[in-house]
């Protein structure tokens, strides 16, 4: 996500704090947080797509080819 729209949802809590938003400022800013959190669940999902594990009969399991790809269909 671009540190611009980061600073946008930033920009629009401190307002909301301060004095409010107007009904299209509250739309912009659940739009802007659904990308947000759109975001680190792609960034998590590829992080542990990564993840290798080490089995006890020495083989490696590539957690991201055993489990990832099933809840992406």
Same mark, same amino acid.
């Given at each position: 996500?671009?540190? !611009?729209? /980061?600073?946008?949802?930033?920009?629009? &809590?401190?307002? !909301?704090?301060?004095?409010?938003?107007?009904?299209?400022?509250?739309?912009? %800013? &659940?739009?802007?947080?659904?990308?947000?959190? &759109?975001?680190?669940?792609? +960034?998590?999902?590829? %992080?542990?797509? +990564? /993840? !290798?594990?080490?089995?006890?009969?020495? !083989?490696?399991?590539?957690?991201?080819?055993?489990?990832? +790809?099933?809840?992406?269909?």
């Amino acid at each position: 996500m671009e540190v !611009s729209r /980061i600073e946008r949802i930033n920009e629009l &809590a401190r307002k !909301s704090k301060r004095t409010g938003l107007t009904e299209e400022e509250k739309k912009e %800013q &659940a739009l802007l947080r659904k990308e947000y959190i &759109a975001a680190i669940r792609m +960034n998590i999902r590829t %992080q542990l797509d +990564n /993840i !290798s594990i080490q089995e006890e009969d020495g !083989s490696i399991t590539n957690l991201g080819e055993k489990y990832g +790809n099933k809840k992406r269909h």
